[in-house]
């Protein structure tokens, strides 16, 4: 069934040959037509200090089954496990070795990230083959045999490395490989290659070799999730009891018993309270039905193993066999495994969440995620070289206007002013044409409504044409609310219908928008009446950083030869990560001042589609009348519309 080309083959009992010793008839057993997770029921035993002592059963853990019998597939040479801690995914391998011993004997090679790992999985080993009788056949009887870096059995022979002694390889050989928690590696240092490719030379030999690698990932970056991206990325579907429909069990979908739509009551997210009342459901994802940890069983038993982008019918739960393939991945996180309930799991959460090295570790060894660090952000070097040769002031030629941003602070303001540029294209571009601190309002009058902003060769004179100002930070601190005045009595007097209000907005807005228009018309605090009212634009500041650097990007954004590395360096200043909900926000990085940027989403805002049309519904240059734009954001980003509006 799963013949060794390193060994001739079985030979069949003759009447008229000499008998067989007990030893040879053991050696030369044929292997029993059974899988590898047949085999660990009918033999494994877990050991006293395991979660689960005793008898090894697949009931338990189900989705084990598939990945155990991937290794007797004789197309598959690569299993790659990225899962959570306490879900059977080492016990798993170290089944996989019991099945060799077994059943099919070459010679393995267990890799572990320390020396100190590396005790203790030689340990775990040696007990699993002295405590089970179908192991225990296979030892030789001469205690020399049983060594921290080698077990000798009567027919295999387990080599134990630390990842990257070289010493601990030499004149190795092997067919199978393990290789524990490979994330956890130390990094390669001189000319041997990394630790992964020393163990992995060791098994050039064998044509019929096989890699285990069961990890936790760490980084998007790490061994473990590389390799899952190379893989057939095996996900385990499970059925909903109610609705029948099939779903990868997500942590986003953990909710308290009775709540709607994820919403977790505030008074109830104390971690001890979620574990004693176990008060976390499972939410289906279609029927919206709450599973409870009783029936976490019977869905797991009906669950299947689908790789991503594998036709599956989630209702019915139906699909083509799947192909044969040289590497598989498995991925499950901590909701699938029968050692922790959703409470434990929604608590774990609760109490990780505000410890951003706490929550990392939740997100890796629980949720089995990569911690994604940072998923965008810009060097000031790159920022500086958006710079031209066009001097500090200089309008560029066919500018269709000019819009600052202001942000307010205590001493002064932040300024940026922008021009909107029909570009060759008929895109529009736009360069950056002055940008400072300033100390106060009469300056920024200045800056806004006096000095005036040429072209080179037509001379020709622009104005501000639109501006934005910071209203200052939340209402009700005695300090801010002041300030907030200040800036809505100088919009009041000096706006003109050309400055206007902006804030922050605290959550997404409604239907995708990146700004809203609103009129205020009392002051905050006192709530004095403002006659005629100020307009304010409530900002998704996330969404207009976005379509900012995708501006960047497509390379429509352009500095003034004078640009320096203040101004760099602020725009620099924040990084796109991931939050704990899973969306994707921009956070200052460190303690560099972003006022600059600010400033910049603030002016960019105002020249965008959104604010009243923007600069696309101004008059071309040289031409008189407003020419209306094509396909909306199309001709404003020169990027998809999806990219404009992406969030
Ligand atoms: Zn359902």
């Known amino acids: 069934m799963h013949p060794n080309p390193q060994n001739p083959e079985p030979r069949t009992q003759n009447p008229l040959s000499p008998p067989w010793s007990p030893a040879e008839l053991a050696a030369w057993a044929p292997p029993e037509d059974i899988t590898v997770s047949e085999w660990a029921e009918r033999y494994r035993m877990l050991p006293k200090q395991s979660a689960i002592p005793g008898p090894w059963s697949n009931r338990l853990v189900p989705y084990a089954v598939g990945v155990m019998d991937s290794f ?7 299993i790659t496990i990225m899962a959570s801690v306490q879900s059977a995914k080492t016990e798993s391998a170290y089944n996989m070795i019991g099945y060799a011993i077994s059943q099919d004997p070459a010679p393995a090679l267990v890799v572990m990230p320390t020396d100190k790992t590396l005790r203790r999985v030689n340990k775990r080993i040696q007990d699993m083959i002295i405590e089970i009788p179908e192991l225990s056949r296979y030892l030789t009887g001469d205690p020399d045999d049983m060594q921290k870096r080698s077990i000798v059995l009567q027919r295999m022979e387990i080599y134990f490395a630390t990842a990257g002694s070289k010493a601990d390889l030499a004149n190795v050989e092997a067919r199978y490989l393990l290789m524990d928690e490979p994330d956890r590696y130390p990094v390669a240092t001189g000319e041997e290659g990394s630790p992964v490719e020393m163990a992995e030379a060791r098994l050039t030999t064998y044509w019929n070799r096989k890699i285990i690698e069961p990890c936790t990932p760490t980084t ?32 986003w979908q953990v909710k308290h018993r009775g709540e709607v739509l994820g919403a977790w009551p505030d008074d109830k997210k104390d971690p001890d309270y979620i574990r004693q009342h176990r008060v976390a459901r499972y939410e289906c994802l279609h029927c919206q039905a709450e ?14 193993w689908v790789p991503t982008g594998h036709p599956f019918d989630v209702m019915t739960g139906e699909m083509p066999p799947l192909p044969s393939v040289s590497h598989v991945g498995f991925w499950w996180n901590v909701l699938y495994s029968p050692f922790r309930n959703f409470s434990e799991v929604a608590a774990q959460f609760f109490a990780t969440k505000d410890d951003r090295e706490k929550y990392k570790t939740f997100v890796n060894l629980w949720l089995a995620e990569p911690w994604k660090e940072i998923i965008q952000q810009r060097s000031a070097s790159a920022i500086l070289e958006l710079r031209t040769n066009r001097p500090l002031l200089e309008v560029p030629e066919n500018t269709l206007a000019l819009t600052a941003g202001i942000d307010n602070q205590r001493r002064g303001f932040w300024v940026s002013i922008w021009a909107w540029v029909l570009a060759g294209s008929g895109l529009i571009d736009q360069h950056l044409v002055r940008y400072g601190f300033i100390p106060d309002f009469q300056e920024l009058e200045i800056w806004l409504f006096q000095d005036v902003y040429r072209s080179r060769e037509g001379g020709q004179s622009y104005p501000v044409w639109r501006g934005a100002i910071d209203t200052g930070g939340t209402e009700g601190g005695p300090g801010e609310a002041t300030q907030t005045e200040q800036v809505y009595e100088w919009l009041r007097r000096m706006g003109q219908g050309r400055i206007f209000g902006v804030k922050g907005a605290a959550h997404t807005l409604p239907g995708g928008k990146k700004m809203v228009h609103s009129i205020i018309d009392k002051m905050p605090g006192k709530g004095r009446p403002i006659p005629g009212g100020i307009r304010l634009w409530t900002l998704d500041t996330n969404a207009l950083k976005d379509a900012f ?3 960047v990007e497509s390379g429509r954004v352009h500095l003034h030869a004078d640009t320096d590395e203040i101004f760099a360096a602020q725009l620099a200043s924040e990084a796109k990560e991931r939050d704990k909900r899973g969306r994707t926000v921009w956070v200052q990085q460190g303690r560099m001042a972003n006022h600059l940027l600010d400033t910049t989403i603030y002016a960019g805002a105002m020249a965008d589609p959104e604010c009243w049309g923007g600069v696309m519904v101004l008059p071309r240059p040289g031409k008189s009348a407003a020419v209306e734009p094509q396909g909306g954001g199309n001709f404003f980003t020169g990027q998809s519309r999806g990219s404009w509006l992406k969030r």
Do not use: M, T
């Not at 007797?72 to 690569?78: F, L």
């Not at 061994?223 to 942590?251: A, T």
């Not at 409870?292 to 299947?304: I, N, Q, T």
């Open 72 to 78: 007797i597939d004789p197309g598959v040479e690569r």
């Open 220 to 251: 998007p970056d790490g061994h473990i999730n590389r390799e899952w991206l190379r893989s057939d990325q095996r996900k385990y579907w499970v059925p909903c009891p109610q609705c029948g429909g099939y779903q990868v069990l997500s942590f």
């Open 291 to 304: 599973i409870d940890d009783r029936e976490k069983p019977g869905v797991l038993a009906r669950g299947k």
């Open 549 to 551: 650097w995708s501006r």
